[in-house]
């Protein structure tokens, strides 16, 4: 039984027609951009998210650019981030004018590693950091983080984009980012139809500097205080991930179910899995293998392959050693723990609504390839 990586046309049975009626609807009165579906979508986001100002915009990258904006950074300032991460990331530092330094992982969690981050502020100095909350969950020790880039009058750049649902302390991942960041991709875990992204923060100036260069810097319709561009949500889209919103409880639960299925067989077949670490409650937003050997995660991902399994690795490669970094990148501290992680991950089929079926027919698959991998 073919089992795909991930199927996001799992919807509920009333998704769809409630979604050809919204769309019947908006056309008919050309709701298309702004109107009542962003502004309730925001509002909704952030309640869902405990903070008080959620800015809707055209992507998740431009979410980055649009929070890195607002808190300051500009053309010659210094930008922290790990160097495992989606290139989003990284291009974001660039797209807004500022130095980007990677900075080495943690392998246990997959985030920055906090001695590396340490050295690196007080060698670079940088204006911000970002912290990238990876495969579903953050860093174990995101607290440090935080209270270690206030202590220094750094700002601390949350990229949340694989986090919507997640939980950090009992509370919303985003509550306590002095200002994070998300992406409705249509594979994350609250998706849209296309692209969008939202900005999330408590802080009331970042928060109208962000809204505004989103929309041209305006002041009004044809005054304009700052040089931004257009990176407004459109209507459907919003109308869309409200509506997913509705689900949104379900499929989190889904979600969550088939991640922990995985966490509870896969240690048995000689599969090393890295968990959420203490403090959270993931979103299931991916379930991450660690296979070290190279011949070994060759021979599984080729089983896998020829079984019509679906797999992935998030993310292949390290960002200092992309080809688009070269002329950019300002430095990199620390080690090189991103560029193992990165050749050892493999990453199970994962989406809402999976079946115990199909998951039990990827163990079954796993389970021989494993058996028979070199070692």
């Given at each position: 039984?073919?089992?795909?990586?991930?199927?996001?046309?799992?919807?509920?049975?009333?998704?769809?027609?409630?979604?050809?009626?919204?769309?019947?609807?908006?056309?008919?009165?050309?709701?298309?951009?702004?109107?009542?579906?962003?502004?309730?979508?925001?509002?909704?986001?952030?309640?869902?998210?405990?903070?008080?100002?959620?800015?809707?915009?055209?992507?998740?990258?431009?979410?980055?650019?649009?929070?890195?904006?607002?808190?300051?950074?500009?053309?010659?300032?210094?930008?922290?981030?790990?160097?495992?991460?989606?290139?989003?990331?990284?291009?974001?530092?660039?797209?807004?004018?500022a130095n980007p330094v990677t900075v080495d992982i943690n392998p246990a969690d997959g985030a920055l590693d906090l001695d590396a981050f340490t050295q690196a502020l007080n060698t670079h100095a940088p204006k911000a950091a970002l912290v990238v909350h990876l495969y579903g969950w953050g860093s174990a020790r995101l607290a440090e983080l935080r209270q270690l880039c206030q202590a220094r009058g750094v700002v601390l750049v949350e990229d949340g984009a694989q986090s919507f649902g997640v939980t950090y302390q009992e509370q919303s991942i985003y509550a306590g980012a002095a200002?994070?960041?998300?992406?409705?991709?249509?594979?994350?875990?609250?998706?849209?139809?296309?692209?969008?992204?939202?900005?999330?923060?408590?802080?009331?100036?970042?928060?109208?500097?962000?809204?505004?260069?989103?929309?041209?810097?305006?002041?009004?319709?044809?005054?304009?205080?700052?040089?931004?561009?257009?990176?407004?949500?459109?209507?459907?889209?919003?109308?869309?991930?409200?509506?997913?919103?509705?689900?949104?409880?379900?499929?989190?639960?889904?979600?969550?179910?088939?991640?922990?299925?995985?966490?509870?067989?896969?240690?048995?077949?000689?599969?090393?899995?890295?968990?959420?670490?203490?403090?959270?409650?993931?979103?299931?937003?991916?379930?991450?293998?660690?296979?070290?050997?190279?011949?070994?995660?060759?021979?599984?991902?080729?089983?896998?392959?020829?079984?019509?399994?679906?797999?992935?690795?998030?993310?292949?490669?390290?960002?200092?050693?992309?080809?688009?970094?070269?002329?950019?990148?300002?430095?990199?501290?620390?080690?090189?723990?991103?560029?193992?992680?990165?050749?050892?991950?493999?990453?199970?089929?994962?989406?809402?609504?999976?079946?115990?079926?199909?998951?039990?027919?990827?163990?079954?698959?796993?389970?021989?390839?494993?058996?028979?991998?070199?070692?």
């Amino acid at each position: 039984m073919p089992v795909p990586f991930i199927d996001i046309k799992r919807f509920e049975p009333d998704f769809l027609p409630a979604w050809q009626a919204k769309v019947a609807e908006m056309s008919a009165q050309a709701q298309f951009v702004g109107g009542p579906e962003v502004a309730r979508l925001e509002q909704r986001l952030a309640a869902a998210t405990g903070v008080d100002h959620a800015i809707s915009c055209g992507n998740g990258t431009d979410a980055i650019q649009l929070a890195l904006r607002a808190v300051g950074v500009g053309p010659g300032d210094v930008v922290l981030l790990p160097n495992a991460t989606f290139w989003a990331t990284f291009e974001a530092v660039v797209n807004v004018g500022a130095n980007p330094v990677t900075v080495d992982i943690n392998p246990a969690d997959g985030a920055l590693d906090l001695d590396a981050f340490t050295q690196a502020l007080n060698t670079h100095a940088p204006k911000a950091a970002l912290v990238v909350h990876l495969y579903g969950w953050g860093s174990a020790r995101l607290a440090e983080l935080r209270q270690l880039c206030q202590a220094r009058g750094v700002v601390l750049v949350e990229d949340g984009a694989q986090s919507f649902g997640v939980t950090y302390q009992e509370q919303s991942i985003y509550a306590g980012a002095a200002i994070a960041t998300t992406s409705f991709y249509p594979a994350k875990v609250l998706g849209a139809a296309g692209d969008g992204g939202a900005v999330f923060t408590s802080h009331a100036g970042w928060a109208e500097k962000a809204r505004q260069l989103g929309n041209h810097g305006r002041t009004s319709h044809y005054g304009y205080g700052l040089v931004g561009w257009n990176s407004r949500m459109d209507a459907l889209q919003a109308a869309f991930v409200n509506l997913a919103l509705d689900h949104f409880d379900a499929r989190l639960a889904s979600r969550r179910e088939a991640a922990a299925y995985y966490r509870s067989k896969l240690p048995a077949l000689g599969v090393s899995v890295m968990p959420a670490p203490a403090d959270y409650n993931e979103n299931g937003y991916c379930n991450v293998c660690v296979l070290p050997d190279p011949a070994q995660k060759a021979a599984v991902e080729a089983a896998l392959k020829d079984a019509g399994i679906g797999f992935a690795n998030i993310y292949p490669g390290a960002m200092s050693e992309q080809e688009g970094a070269r002329g950019v990148l300002h430095a990199h501290v620390g080690g090189d723990c991103a560029q193992t992680l990165c050749a050892s991950v493999l990453n199970l089929p994962l989406f809402a609504y999976i079946t115990r079926a199909e998951q039990d027919e990827v163990m079954g698959v796993l389970q021989q390839a494993m058996a028979a991998a070199p070692i």
